[in-house]
Every structure is written in structure tokens, then in C-alpha cells.
């Protein structure tokens, strides 16, 4: 009996060790590769290596200026899994990340579903140190890339911004986020208690590729008098918004592009949601009709097919009928017989008509074959399609084919009826300044190679030729008629040579039902010096309230900027 005790207790001891020994045997030989998978995946895993993000500058001197940059900064997140008092580590955070005690509080509370909450960004050196000395389990720093715009709302409208996802919006940034942005890195690492990677270049599964860097086309001076002379054209007239653009004519490389209402992209969560349209580009987004502006295209359409020429004479009664509609000059003036230089110096909106006549091959009536022609015309200066710049959000613009009635046709001579923008403007003006080929309107000059190096990107461009040098020239020579004796008049300067066109253009109501009343877009595109021009420019000045026509609302902002670009430009006078 004895013996049976003894084997019992005996194996009451040795039972525990033999369950004992199976279980390490299952576990580190028959199933080892499980559970060290198992335990690997709990120690590591795997992270996304960010990017850099690319950068973009202005060149001056031969020197590169940031207007969007990268700024290191660090970021606070915690696990609330890891958070062993909630209120207490919401007590200790509040004051160093000056947040509310109860939000963080509320974060910090794990709740089953609440993994890796974002605490804080753009955390300086300072509070950095701050949250690391107070050693709150489950709270990480890491280090972020942030978007800088060192000269604020000066290019705000270019260059867009970076959202808090890490998105571009807006401007260059949205155009070309995918190439800024490159393609983040992975690496798979061991982490400690935290979830923070211990990581080694061995760890290190694929290298990121860091974003593209680019140059603008811009010219950080010219950018800010254009500035400067907008706001002050906006004040003066009581304006609602408004743009200018400047343009190399030859090359369509953008020298200067500001609008207003702006916006600073360091702080575009600001902008209240009543201000959200400060955040579109009006000159490449916004569509209005041109209205006179329009009519040196229409004319030089007429001169390149044997329509008319500089002397071609016509007899302006004050208006035209077609159909049922009639067809004024402005304030009804009626100039008699005048010519086709006349036309463009006065402004004739019946003269335009006229034209449209010529085209068809009847002086009398407007005829589908003068339609098709002017359509033509239209669609090979760019008319109803964007120019391609590189800048998100840019609209078409809105032409009206050849069914439409006579009557639209008539308006669209004048500039009335048609949909454009004043990149698409100033872009269509451009052959008329450099002689006649087409230019591609863009704001990249160079790309920045890894090592540094500079690359221009638009090499060996073909520009098609849409009219000859002699149709250029005879347009250009009507448009100075409109400064030296007709609408352009403030822009007058002793010396230079000055080509332009102002438009005074109604607003069309929002249910396409006729214009709005006592509501106009004044708008001024020019060139100089005429013999070889150095830029093109256009202004529009949105909804003036004190002046309402274009020669006083958008002519002197004009002439302010061309007189700083003949400095600037280092262009002698005539005869000097």
C-alpha cells in the first residue's frame, strides 16, 4: 500500500514537469517557426520611410530664391493602448502643447479602436524636449517635413500649398504633387515598448525617392510691383478682385502672375469659408467675357484671309440690326466714315460687325461661310481649350460654334458671348506683339537635378506661325492708335511705343439671361516697345464701382507696371 502512495506522489511531481516539457517541445521544435513568426510580427513592423518633398524657386542673379520649401519640424502622436493614466498624462501634456486638457484627455483614452492619435504638429526643438522629459509612456515624437512659403501671399496664387494630409491644392502644388512628392521608402524594424522603430540601414527594405525640385519662370521683382498695382487699382476703383499677368511674348514665359483677394499658404487654414475664392487663381480659373479686347483678334483674323486692310473704309451709322437685335457703339456714338484703324482706336463695335460681313463675301448680312471663318480663327488662337500651364484648376473657356445665331456671332466680334480667361487672352494677344507664331504659356523654366545642376525644361519648342509678320505688324500699329489718341491715353509715355487695347466687358447673370446691370469687368492687354517688345501684359479689374470704364479702371495700373519694366528692363527711351 505503501508503494501505491509512493508511485502516486511520485507522480503528482513528475506530471507537471513531463506537461511542462511537451509544451517546450511543441513550441520550440514542432512549432517553433510559428510562434517565432508570431513573435517577430508583435517586435517589428513595417514603416513607410517619408520623402522628400520638392522644392520650388525663382532664379535671380544666377542665385535660386525658395518659394516653397521644406521645413523640419517635429510631430507628437501617442498610442493610447500604451497610456497607463490618461488624465494624468492630458494633465501633464496640456501646458507644454498648450491644448485643452479635456481633448487630450479624450484622445488619450483608449477605446478599443483609437490607435496612433496625432496630439500636435509643427513642434519646435523646445516643446520637443519638453514632451521627451516627461517620459509618458505611449506618447512618440517623430520628426516631419512641413511646407514653408517664404514669401507668403506674394506667390500664394503659384505655388498652392500642402495640405495636412500631405496633399498639394491648389496652384503647382496639386499640377505637380505626384512628382513632388516622390515615392516614400519602407522599412521593416524591430520596435520598442513605445512602437518606436529601431531602425538600421539594414533594416531598410526600399530606399524612398525624394520629389523633384523646380525653378519658376517668375520674376520675384516684377511679381511684386504687379502686386503693388493691383491692390492700389482695386482701392482706387472699389474693385472686387482683379489680376495681372506679364509675359515674355516670344518664349510665353510667365514674368509676374497676382491676383486679388490672395491668400498666405503658410496659413491657409485661416481663410474663413466666406473667403474660400481667395484660394483660386482668377487669371488662369476665373472666365469672363473680354469684350473689346477681343477686337484686334477679330481683325487680324479678317487681315490674314484678304478681308480687309488698314484702309479699308466703312460708314458707321451708330448701330447695325440683325434680326431683331441692334447692335450699338458705346454711349451710341456714331463716327461716320472712318477705317479700319479707326475701327480699333474708337472701339466701333458696328465696324466688328462689318467685318464679320467681309468675311462671308456680303457687306449685307452676316453668312455661314463669314462664321466658319471667324471660328476658325478663334479656335487657332486657343479660344475654348486650356493653354496646358502648369497650374491646377485652369479652365477652357466657352465658344460658340457655327450653328449658333447670327446675332452671337456678331457679339462674339466685340468680345461678347464668348468664355475666356486672361491666361488665354494675353496667351492669343502674344503673336500679334512677337510677329506672329504662337506661344505656349507656362510658369517652369528649370528642373533641379539630383546633384544640383540645373536642366531647362522647354528645349528645341516649335511655335506655329498663326499669321504672317505683316498682319502682326498692321494690328500692332492700330493698337498704338488706341494709346496715343484713344482709350489707352494714361498709358502714354514720352519716348516709347506702346501698343494696347482696353475692354470694358458686361457680366452675364448666373441663369445666362442677359448682363447684370451697372456691373462691368474693365481689362487693359498691351505690349512694349512695339519694335521689339519686352513684355505683354493684361490687367483686369473686377466690378469697379467708382470707374467703370476700362481706360480709367485697369489703364493706369497698366502704366504703372510699364514704367517700372522699362527700369527694370534697362530700355533707353527713343532717341535717347
Do not use: C, W
Not at 58 to 78: D, I, R, W
Not at 134 to 154: H, M, S, T
Not at 248 to 267: F, H, L, R, S, W
Request: charged share 25%; net charge negative; hydrophobic share 35%.
Amino acid at each position: 500500500m505503501s508503494n501505491i502512495r509512493l508511485y502516486v506522489l511520485a507522480g503528482i511531481f513528475v506530471l507537471p514537469m513531463v506537461i511542462i516539457f511537451g509544451r517546450l517541445v511543441t513550441v520550440q521544435v514542432l512549432k517553433h517557426n510559428f510562434y517565432a513568426d508570431k513573435a517577430s510580427a508583435q517586435q517589428s513592423r513595417q514603416f513607410e520611410i517619408p520623402a522628400k518633398r520638392g522644392e520650388l524657386y525663382v532664379e535671380e542673379n544666377g542665385e535660386l530664391y525658395p518659394v516653397a520649401l521644406n521645413n523640419s519640424l517635429k510631430y507628437v502622436y501617442a498610442d493610447p493602448q500604451l497610456i497607463e493614466d490618461p488624465k494624468e498624462a492630458a494633465a501633464t501634456l496640456a501646458p507644454i502643447l498648450q491644448s485643452e486638457e479635456k481633448d487630450l484627455e479624450k484622445k488619450l483614452t483608449f477605446t478599443g479602436k483609437n490607435r496612433y492619435v496625432e496630439l500636435k504638429q509643427q513642434v519646435d526643438q523646445d516643446v520637443a524636449k519638453k514632451v521627451a522629459e516627461a517620459k509618458i509612456r505611449g506618447v512618440v515624437l517623430r520628426d516631419r517635413d512641413y511646407r514653408a512659403y517664404p514669401e507668403g501671399a506674394l506667390f500664394g496664387h503659384l505655388t498652392g500649398y500642402v495640405n495636412s494630409d500631405g496633399r498639394g491644392q491648389y496652384g503647382l502644388e496639386e499640377y505637380l504633387n505626384a512628382d513632388l512628392s516622390g515615392r516614400n521608402g519602407q522599412l521593416k524594424a524591430v520596435t520598442d515598448s513605445q512602437g518606436v522603430p529601431l531602425s538600421t540601414q539594414d533594416n531598410i527594405i526600399e530606399e524612398p525617392r525624394n520629389g523633384s525640385s523646380y525653378v519658376l519662370t517668375v520674376d520675384r521683382y516684377i511679381q511684386g510691383v504687379a502686386e503693388k498695382a493691383l491692390k492700389k487699382a482695386l482701392v482706387d476703383n472699389k474693385a472686387a478682385s482683379g489680376s495681372i499677368i506679364v509675359m515674355d511674348p516670344y518664349t510665353g514665359a510667365i514674368k509676374a502672375m497676382v491676383n486679388a483677394p490672395d491668400y498666405d499658404p503658410n496659413n491657409y487654414a485661416s481663410v474663413k469659408p466666406e473667403d474660400y475664392g481667395s484660394f483660386i487663381n482668377s487669371a488662369v480659373s476665373s472666365q469672363f467675357e473680354p469684350g473689346s479686347g477681343f477686337k484686334p483678334l477679330t481683325m487680324s483674323i479678317a487681315i490674314e484671309n484678304d478681308k480687309v486692310e488698314a484702309n479699308t473704309s466703312f460708314n458707321d451709322s451708330g448701330e447695325v440690326v440683325i434680326g431683331e437685335y441692334t447692335i450699338n457703339n458705346a454711349d451710341k456714338k456714331k463716327f461716320g466714315q472712318v477705317d479700319m484703324s479707326l475701327v480699333i482706336k474708337n472701339s466701333i463695335n458696328t465696324g466688328m460687325v462689318y467685318i464679320l460681313k467681309l468675311m462671308g463675301g456680303n457687306p449685307n448680312e452676316i453668312t455661314k461661310a463669314g462664321k466658319e471663318m471667324l471660328y476658325a480663327g478663334i479656335q487657332k488662337f486657343g479660344f475654348g481649350q486650356k493653354t496646358g500651364v502648369e497650374l491646377a484648376g485652369e479652365a477652357a473657356g466657352r465658344v460658340k460654334d457655327t450653328k449658333a445665331a447670327d446675332i452671337d456671332y456678331a457679339n462674339m466680334t466685340f468680345g461678347q458671348g464668348i468664355a475666356t480667361t486672361s491666361l488665354q487672352m494675353i496667351s492669343a494677344l502674344a503673336p500679334i506683339a512677337n510677329g506672329g507664331t504662337k506661344v505656349e504659356p507656362h510658369v517652369l523654366a528649370k528642373k533641379v537635378l539630383p546633384n544640383g545642376d540645373l536642366e531647362e525644361i522647354r528645349k528645341n519648342i516649335t511655335q506655329e506661325r498663326i499669321m504672317s509678320e505683316e498682319t502682326a505688324d498692321t494690328v500692332a500699329n492700330m493698337m498704338i492708335g488706341v494709346v496715343e489718341g484713344g482709350s489707352g491715353y494714361l498709358t502714354r509715355m514720352p519716348g516709347y511705343k506702346i501698343a494696347g487695347k482696353t475692354g470694358t466687358a458686361q457680366v452675364p447673370k448666373a441663369n445666362g439671361q442677359g448682363y447684370e446691370e451697372n456691373k462691368n469687368i474693365g481689362s487693359f492687354i498691351g505690349f512694349a516697345p512695339v519694335n521689339d517688345p519686352k513684355f505683354i501684359m493684361l490687367v483686369r479689374v473686377d466690378y469697379p464701382q467708382t470707374n467703370t470704364y476700362a481706360e480709367r479702371s485697369a489703364v493706369p495700373a497698366f502704366a504703372e507696371v510699364a514704367k517700372q519694366l522699362f527700369s527694370y528692363y534697362q530700355v533707353p527711351p527713343e532717341g535717347s
